[in-house]
């Protein structure tokens, strides 16, 4: 997944690894990581391994740091300096704690992505994300962020935040297989990538399940 | 701090402990570990040191992980469950991802303090988390959250808080110092504590910084 330049979309799936430990980490990124364009890693693994299974995951994919920053601007760069600093490709932030906040993830991601969490997928996600999805979504536009976060779990959500952003960002959707959203759909409403995690890496066979969903895709 | 329990509120204050080198951050603690109620840490220093920072944090103070975590239920019960387990006392969690979020760290603290978010400090605070705010108070107070965080530089936002709240929750207020807030009209606004970091760790005698505001508070 090279975000920045023409994105290579070949399986359009970016795998959550959800995982605690560095061995069965490392093992389904051995399996599915020239499958997937990307894996996203979030803070459970960071805190039990350390941000050095950063470099070392990097070594198998680009590696998104989905650490859902949400602090004032100058934590934010903190955080995100670190974060590239150990070979993320890209960091998921949010857009909730305002545009000065963005803009530092921005600043301090030099050459990496910086994606915008515009509305969560779980139940909660419609308390307060939801009415105020379509406003961070313009927010992160404005900014110059690369992409956002839509809920595969809601894909006319997915429609409308396309149209706020436009072809210019991309669209990553979580959500999708255990949560209850459908690969399909979440591409069809306008998703350049869907976020998949259990339904890939709690198989048997991940790179067959990554790749069953890889045509699912194509097959579109 | 025992925070569940009858509060101490010797000084009322809180040390935002926003260094990142190990060494300069067991120096501040043993310094003012007896002075301060609690220590707060964020990610920054979780990064750069690892999680066990707080283990080694917490023989001289009382640690509050201020990981603003903002997830989906099961990944906000992960982090939380791997702060209290390194001997977290507290966690920031922002309310604005739901309920459910909520709720499911304090599933995980196990007698650990919850604090939420309401409204940030910082300008970018005022775009979603002020108008938000007063819900997001309303709901932690609901869920039975220990506490809310609530800015420091704007006092009438502390008194508004407080009414949503009542006297069962403990309203903690970053902003002060650096930031322009005063200790003295937070607590005067109604703040349970302030938190304070630079004008602390930043000084030549943290010692002697941190017993200033505590004596400008215990003055009032």
């Known amino acids: 997944m090279d975000m920045k330049c023409e994105m290579r979309s070949e399986s359009r799936i ?6 605690t430990k560095r061995e069965k980490a490392l093992e389904v990124v051995e399996a599915v990581g020239s499958i997937v364009d990307a894996v996203k890693v979030n803070w459970p693994i960071i805190l039990g391994c350390g941000i050095s299974i950063v470099d070392e ?36 932030a949010h857009g909730f704690v305002g545009k000065d906040s963005i803009e530092a993830c921005i600043k301090a991601s030099h050459g990496s992505n910086v994606f915008v969490v515009t509305e969560m997928s779980h139940p909660g996600g419609k308390e307060f994300t939801q009415p105020n999805g379509n406003r961070v979504a313009k927010m992160a536009k404005d900014v110059g962020a690369d992409g956002v976060i839509a809920p595969a779990t809601r894909p006319g959500r997915i429609s409308e935040i396309r149209t706020i952003v436009g072809n210019e960002l991309k669209i990553l959707s979580p959500g999708v297989g255990a949560q209850g959203g459908s690969a399909s759909d979440a591409i069809k409403a306008g998703a350049d990538y869907i976020i998949v995690g259990r339904s890939i890496y709690n198989t048997k066979d991940p790179a067959q399940a ?7 895709i194509s097959d579109l």
């Open 14 to 19: 970016v795998l959550a690894l959800d995982v």
């Open 57 to 92: 995951l990097s070594e198998h994919a680009d590696i998104i740091c989905d650490m859902k920053i949400a602090d004032i601007p100058n934590t934010n760069r903190l955080i995100v300096e670190q974060a590239v600093a150990h070979g993320a490709r890209g960091v998921i």
């Open 210 to 216: 990554a790749n069953a969903i890889a045509k699912e």
